[in-house]
């Protein structure tokens, strides 16, 4: 016989029928939301600032690679900065979701993000940032899926696509500086 939770698994209709109807202001943010919206949005608006910078730095980078082999990888810095894109789209939407305004301010951006924008010359050097910069991605995702956990499941869903992304990101990266440079080599 399955053990009995001593918490109801469903709330009668009639009370998620008039809890909806007398909180009708608070938008998203229902009665059963888990989480602490003011400091989600702040941790949100970060993450907003790191993919708006990574969009900045691949689109820089797609611009400036040069070299006999670069047209291969300024396809693929365009490709991910097209894919943060999506990312700073996702975030602001769910920024706006909880009730926020999506900072897209300039001013105080990097500051703002878990990412840096970088100073490269080379197509190799630019081929590090990036893999830096998405290790980096990796790593906050990860803390932020934990954070997130069962207390706001949509936000974690969320994250844990970027993640994937961010992965797949970090994959190609590393695999263009194998073929530009013969071994990944971060230590430089």
Known sequence: MPESNSQPFLSDVKTLRERARKNIGTGNVTFTYGGDVKKNIEILQSVLATEIVCVLRYSMHAVAAAGISSESVKAEFQQH???????????????????????????????????????????????????????????????????FGDSDPTTKKMLEAILAVEEEHTNDMHDLLVAHQGTPNLSD
């Open 81 to 147: 900065a097209d894919e943060e894109r999506g990312h700073m789209m996702m975030v602001a939407e769910r920024i706006n979701q909880l009730g926020g305004t999506p900072d897209f301010n300039p001013r105080g951006l990097e500051s703002r993000s878990a990412s840096e924008y970088g100073h490269a010359d080379t197509l190799i050097d630019m081929i590090k940032e990036n893999l830096i910069a998405e290790r980096i991605a990796v790593d906050h995702y990860r803390e932020l899926v934990r954070y």
